[in-house]
């Protein structure tokens, strides 16, 4: 595996995972399907300081490098980008913005999260032209966002969904899981637990009550949001939305935890009605 600062460095083509290090084996399981696309395939590390709230987030980012080139070595990344600010921002560089569905659910937490996640995008894109990129579904509304990034800017690249990686209890593997204390770990599961439930419900409105319910008895996990949404515009699902999806968010002692799961697409939440 080769290690560069510049994407002058790279040849155009590529199969693209991005990510901003702290990987797992989440992320590894993106090189590794990046590896199914093609022999060419190309990482990046940059923590985007335009995608977090306040300095003391970005300052928490878990920073991990050795073990982040590491894993990435073994996943079969041939190339690993570990760009400097000044290469994604130079002065004047023209900001995104994410539009409405950037404003909503993890829009509305974290103001500006989605605008600076689109314009590093955007910017990684253009500087690598990729032919495929790879992003994971556990954070559905940026996959969302970055789909139609590249279906209005990005014609002829390909975007690739990949599905979440969970831990043998259903928590979704994410760098701020390392932040979770044991307790909190245990107490994590509730998110997997209310997703399950919403997916056997035999309606949205009953999926909806479940994961509240579920949600509210386990008293260290501060729910934020709980819905089931029509996962292409993310408007509130009804039962006759083809395309459903549940959504979570919420707080384990400071620490913020999202999830998703998509519901029966062709018969409903249960397939049962
Ligand atoms: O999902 C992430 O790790 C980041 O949001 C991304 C897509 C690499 C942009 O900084």
């Known amino acids: 595996m080769k290690i560069v600062n510049s994407a002058a460095e790279l040849d155009d083509g590529c199969t693209f995972v991005p990510t901003m290090g702290a990987l797992h084996a989440g992320h590894a399981s993106l090189f590794k399907l990046a590896k199914t696309k093609g022999d060419f395939v190309v990482a990046s ?10 300095s003391k987030d970005l300052e928490l980012y878990p920073r991990t490098p050795d073990r982040d080139i590491e894993i990435a070595r073994e996943a079969g990344v041939t190339h690993l980008w570990l760009p400097h600010v000044s290469e994604i921002y130079p002065e004047n560089v023209t900001k ?41 579904e556990k954070d559905f509304q940026q996959l969302t966002l970055i789909k139609s990034l590249a279906k209005e800017s990005y014609k002829s690249l390909e975007i690739i969904a990949a599905q979440t990686i969970r831990e043998s209890d ?69 039962d006759s939305t083809s395309k459903q999806r549940a959504i979570i ?24 009605r």
Not at 112 to 136: C, E, K, M, N, Y
Not at 249 to 272: E, F, H, K, Y
């Open 45 to 54: 590390i940059f923590v985007n300081p335009l995608q977090f709230e306040n």
């Open 96 to 136: 995104k913005v994410a539009g409405p569905i950037g404003e909503i659910y993890e829009g509305v937490n974290r103001a500006g999260h989605f605008d600076g996640v689109v314009t590093v995008v955007s910017r990684l894109f253009d500087l690598l032209t990729p032919a495929q990129a790879i992003f994971g």
């Open 170 to 238: 259903g928590l979704a593997l994410s760098s701020r899981n390392i932040r979770l204390s044991q307790s909190d770990r245990i107490a994590a599961t509730v998110i997997y637990r209310a997703l399950a439930a919403a997916q056997e419900s035999e309606n949205v409105s009953s999926a909806r009550e479940s994961m509240h319910q579920i949600c509210a008895q386990e008293p260290l996990f501060k729910l934020d949001y709980s819905e089931i949404i029509n996962e292409e515009n993310f408007e509130i699902a009804t």
């Open 249 to 272: 968010a919420g707080w384990l002692n400071g620490v913020r935890l999202i999830d998703n799961m998509q519901m029966n697409p062709s018969t409903g939440i249960a397939g049962v």
